[in-house]
């Protein structure tokens, strides 16, 4: 039986990166993975995938004037799914090759099979070859699968989760797509942008309600504008299969009314990858929906067990889950590093447009008893959003009245994910508007937003409305 200091179950964005972090540091190191490919779902159904089919819907519909990825504007046949699908098969399949090399560098074993536990120590793999290896720390980075409810067939052929609906084969006519988080929204844009007849149901009379007011009804009025029909306040009871080839599902609310669509998919939430893990054999804490317990060094119930990634619950992100797997490998062999994930996080959503904020949203202002004022910009309003026709987005500075510190960034609009970062360091510094005001962008930018944005802001502080970011430049 081989011993390692170190055995990482999964292989996604935090078991890869704990376990390249351990082997640099010069321990011995093993991973093990049940799928086919290296890369978890982050590489191969999930975030990577995703966001490349993203792209792809952004040229095919017009939006940039570059045509599709990988697919020219001018076609010598109509479109079909394996046009659609060819930029993230490519970049899904060069992703996978990274991984696998970046274990190699770094000396990482990988062993390709299911693993169990036998005790605390040691893994049982069941694989090609039936074999236990020994990790004196043990980390679980499996990730987290679709949420399956009983009452929907997954066929993967007309009924899909948010994993097998990167698969589909052919583009559908119509889909309803159950649950308005950040999944449901997502493949919601991306469909009706690839042309496709959506309808999005939540059970909530909202959309991400975690978003400040403003952006999520901003993001709701883009997806009505775009002809998603988006059901609130309902809910899918069943579905029904009709002979109609065309629209062959038929599905009915709980309020009792009928649509008549091409494809379902059901996007309402993931559970934690443990079934095959055997936790309790070890004594492994986890909850209900398949989350396993941690403090925070990511330190189970178990002292030499560790769990990073979606596994452990929220805020289940690959940015986020790549600096857990760290942090547990530096409680586990006091490398002196990364000592704990950063506590301001952006937060990302691959809509389109995207959406993206980090800090405080005017509700969570409101609830800290905060006295705050805003500022905005557009991006139709500021030289670089004028040279690339960008139409639609705004960014929002919340800041104290106080002392004029921003303590929140919302963008919505494209790129949002990019420009955020900036966001993050004015939060995560404290920075006020005369800070922002006053640094040099290159020009013309979309950083030009920031400055705007702080501008308006400190117009609506003293009463004063602005346009252009004129205020105090007379």
């Known amino acids: 039986m081989l011993e390692y200091d170190l055995v990482v179950v999964g292989s996604g964005p935090a078991g890869e990166k704990a376990a390249v972090k351990a082997a640099y540091f010069g321990y011995k190191v093993a991973i093990v993975d049940k799928g086919e490919f290296l890369g978890g779902t982050g590489v191969n159904t999930g975030t990577i995938p995703s966001k490349a089919l993203k792209e792809t819907a952004i040229y095919y519909s017009g939006e940039r004037d570059k045509g599709l990825y990988g697919v020219d504007k001018v076609l010598t046949h109509q479109a079909d799914m394996n046009d659609y699908m060819y930029r993230k098969s490519l ?91 950040v ?17 999005l149901i939540n059970k909530s009379d909202k959309v991400l309600p975690f978003l ?35 629209k062959p599902l038929r599905i ?37 929906r398949g989350n396993i317990i941690v403090d925070s060094n990511y330190q189970t119930s178990v002292e030499n067990i560790y769990a990073v990634g979606d596994v452990v619950g929220f805020p289940a992100l690959a940015s986020t889950s790549m600096d857990q797997g760290r942090v547990a490998v530096q409680h586990m062999f006091q490398t002196k590093d990364t000592i704990k994930v950063h506590e ?81 360091y004015i939060v995560e510094h404290s920075l006020n508007l005369h800070e922002i005001i006053n640094k040099v962008f290159n020009y013309p930018t979309f950083h030009d937003l920031y400055k705007y944005a702080a501008y308006d802001g400190l117009g609506n502080l003293s009463g004063h409305k602005v346009k252009g970011g004129m205020l105090n430049q007379k």
């Open 212 to 246: 400040d007011t403003e952006v999520s009804k901003a993001l709701l009025e883009y997806m009505k504008q775009c002809k998603i029909r988006v059901v609130l306040n309902n809910s899918v009871s069943r579905i029904e299969f009709t002979k109609d080839e065309n």
């Open 252 to 288: 009915i609310f709980e309020t009792k009314q009928e649509i008549l669509v091409d494809s379902f998919l059901y996007a309402a939430g993931r559970k934690g990858n443990i079934n095959s893990l055997k936790l309790d054999v070890a004594k492994v804490k986890y909850s209900g």
């Open 344 to 424: 301001i996080l952006p937060f990302g959503i691959y809509t389109i447009p995207e959406v993206s904020m980090v800090g405080l949203t005017e509700q969570e202002a409101t609830e800290k008893g905060i006295s705050y004022c805003t500022g905005s910009a557009e991006y139709k309003d500021i030289p670089r959003g004028m040279i690339v026709g960008s139409i639609f987005g705004f960014l929002k500075i919340i800041f104290r009245r106080q002392d004029r510190v921003v303590i929140g960034i919302h963008i919505i609009g494209d790129q949002a994910t990019e420009y955020i970062h900036y966001g993050m």
């Open 91 to 181: 970049v899904v399949k060069n992703l996978r090759k990274e991984v696998k090399e970046n274990l190699d560098i770094h000396g990482v074993d990988i062993y390709l099979g299911t693993a169990s536990f036998k005790d605390k120590n040691k893994i049982h793999i069941s694989g090609p070859i039936e074999e236990v290896i020994y990790g004196k720390f043990i980390l679980l980075a499996t990730g987290s699968s679709p949420y399956h409810p009983k009452e929907f067939l997954f066929d993967d052929k007309n009924i899909f989760d948010s994993d097998s609906i990167l698969n589909i084969k052919t583009l559908p006519s119509s889909i309803c797509i159950l649950g308005a988080g």
């Open 183 to 199: 999944i449901g929204c997502e493949y919601a844009t991306i469909f009706s942008k690839l042309g496709c007849e959506v309808i």
